[in-house]
C-alpha cells in the first residue's frame, strides 16, 4: 500500500502499531557470512537468498492461563495502554486528558520512536505550508496502488481525520511544559515520478520524533496516567471468556494483573525481533533484508501474540513488510533512506530514487540479492541536516575514497559500507555524474 512517508499519529480511537524494518546494502566483497541461510519459510525459498536475523527477543507473552494464586497484586484502573511508542503515547494522553485513569506498560528501558516526521493531512502545518492533498484522490491513490486489497473505511478516515489528530498534537506540545518537540513543519510538494504519486504527507517534528513521544507520555504524566518501563504485558484477561477487561503484566515482584474498566489498548508495535514469527509471516525475499534499523529491539510480536491467543483476527498471509531501505550491514540508522542513486549488484540503476519509499524498498528487493548499493558524495552529515534536518547518523566504516576519475567527485565517504569502493573505481573516465544521467 501507499502509506507515503512517513507513519501517522494514532489516536486512542484508532490506534495501530506498525512495525518499520530494514533492508540495506553492503559491500559484496566484506559482507559478513549471513547468520541463517534457512528454507523453513511461509513460502519456499526458490532462489535461496541468505537471511540475516534481527537482534532476538523472546516474546514476553505466556500462553498457559496465569493462575490467580501467581498474581501478587490487583490493580484498577479504566485503561490499560500495552506499549509507550508513538501510538501507546498518543493513546495515553489523549485518555488521561478525557479524564481517564491510565497505566502505561512498557517493555523497554525507555520509549520506542525513530525518525523525523509523522504522517497526516490537511493539518495546520500543511496549511500553514501552503499543501492540500485531496482526501478522495489519496484514498483512491491508495486503493488503487494496493490493488484494492485494503479495507477503504480505515483509509478514509486517516485521510478525513489525520488532520484532526495532527492539530490535537501540536496543542498538546504547546500545552506541555516539558515539549521539546520544537516546530511542526511541512516541506516539499504532491510528486509524481515514474506513475507513482508521493504524496506530501509528512509533518516534520523539529525536536525528532522521541521527542514527541517522550512529549505525549509526560502530558499523559502530567494529567496523572503512571508509566511503567521493563513491565511487559504477557497475558490478557477476559470476563468469562467474553470482553478483554484487563492485562497481566510481568514485573519484578511478580505477575500483576491490571483490571481495565474502560479498556485496554494494545501498541506493542511488530514482530522485528521474532524470527521465528517473521519466516512465517512474509515472503522469504523480504526477509533477505541486509540489515533490520529499527532501533527498538524489543518487538517480539507480544500484542499479536496475546490478541491471537483470545481470538482476534490478524491480516492473512503473507503479510506486508514495511521496509525501511536505510540501514548499513550493522543495523545503524542512516540517511540513506533519501533519494540518492541506486544501484543493484550488476551496477544497474534500476528504479527512480524520487518516488515514494515503500515503492523503492520493493524495486530494491527484487535486485539480485535482494539488494542494492547506495551512492553517496560530498560532505554527508551537512547534506542531511540541510535535507532532513538534524537526524543521528553512525558511520559503522567511514573511508575517503580518492582515486576516482574525476577530481569533482574525490571527495566520498562510504556511509556504514554503502558505497563499493572497487565499483566505483571503475565508473566511466567522465565521472559519476555522467554515468548517472546515462544510466
Known amino acids: 500500500m501507499n502509506v507515503s512517508r512517513r507513519a501517522f499519529v494514532k489516536t486512542a480511537a484508532s490506534t495501530t502499531a506498525l512495525a518499520a524494518l530494514a533492508a540495506a546494502p553492503a559491500l559484496a566483497d566484506e559482507a559478513p557470512a549471513p547468520e541463517a541461510a534457512e528454507s523453513d519459510t511461509l513460502l519456499p525459498n526458490a532462489e535461496n537468498l541468505a537471511f540475516h536475523k534481527s537482534v532476538p527477543c523472546e516474546p514476553a507473552f505466556v500462553a498457559e492461563p496465569i493462575p490467580d494464586a501467581s498474581i501478587v497484586e490487583n490493580i484498577d484502573v479504566d485503561v490499560v495502554v500495552c506499549g509507550a511508542g508513538m501510538a501507546g503515547a498518543c493513546a495515553a494522553a489523549s485518555c488521561a486528558q478525557n479524564g481517564l485513569s491510565v497505566v502505561v506498560l512498557e517493555r523497554g528501558e525507555v520509549c520506542a520512536s525513530r525518525g523525523s516526521e509523522v504522517g497526516a493531512i490537511n493539518d495546520r502545518a500543511h496549511e500553514a505550508a501552503g499543501v ?18 485494503a479495507d477503504r473505511k480505515i483509509w478514509k478516515k486517516y485521510a478525513t481525520r489525520s488532520g484532526e489528530a495532527m492539530n490535537w498534537a501540536i ?7 516539558q515539549s521539546e518537540c520544537g516546530a ?55 470476563e468469562d471468556g467474553g470482553r478483554v477487561c484487563g492485562v497481566i503484566a510481568k514485573t519484578e515482584a511478580g505477575y500483576v494483573k491490571y483490571n481495565a474498566a474502560k479498556g485496554v489498548v494494545l501498541a506493542t508495535g511488530g514482530y522485528d525481533n521474532n524470527w521465528d514469527y517473521l519466516s512465517q509471516s512474509i515472503r ?13 529491539k524489543t518487538e517480539a510480536g507480544d500484542g499479536h501474540l496475546m490478541g491471537k491467543a483470545i481470538g482476534a483476527a490478524e491480516d492473512d498471509l503473507p503479510h506486508v513488510l514495511m ?42 528487493m527484487y535486485q539480485p540479492g535482494a539488494r542494492d548499493y547506495v551512492l553517496l558524495a560530498g560532505d554527508l552529515l551537512a547534506s542531511f541536516d540541510i535535507m532532513k534536518g538534524p537526524v543521528p547518523l553512525i558511520c559503522s566504516s567511514p573511508c575517503q575514497v580518492t582515486s576516482l576519475p574525476s577530481p569533482k567527485f574525490a571527495r566520498f565517504g562510504a556511509f556504514g559500507q554503502f558505497i563499493c569502493v572497487t565499483f566505483m573505481k571503475c565508473l566511466p573516465k567522465r565521472g559519476l555524474r555522467f554515468w548517472l544521467n546515462q544510466n
Request: aromatic letters at 10%; charged letters at 20%; a negative charge.
Open 284 to 296: 522469504p525475499r523480504d526477509l533477505a533484508a541486509y540489515a533490520w534499523v529499527n532501533p527498538t
Open 184 to 238: 511542526f513543519s511541512v516541506s516539499g510538494r504532491n510528486t509524481v515520478f515514474s506513475g507513482v504519486t508521493t504524496w506530501c504527507s509528512g509533518v516534520r517534528v523539529q525536536g525528532g520524533t522521541r521527542s514527541f513521544v517522550e512529549m505525549m507520555l509526560n502530558n499523559a504524566i502530567n494529567n496523572g496516567a503512571e508509566v511503567l518501563y521493563e513491565t511487559p504485558a504477557c497475558q490478557l484477561v477476559r
Open 171 to 177: 496543542d498538546t506540545s504547546e500545552a506541555t511544559p
Open 323 to 364: 521496509i525501511d531501505p536505510g540501514g548499513d550491514v550493522n543495523g545503524n540508522r542512516g540517511g540513506t533512506l533519501l533519494a540518492f542513486p541506486r544501484v543493484n549488484l550488476n551496477g544497474e540503476r534500476f528504479v527512480n530514487e524520487s518516488i515514494s519509499l515503500e515503492f523503492v524498498a520493493n524495486a530494491a
Open 132 to 149: 492540500y492533498i485531496d482526501p478522495e484522490e489519496f484514498v483512491n491513490d491508495a486503493m488503487f496502488t494496493s490493488h484494492y486489497r
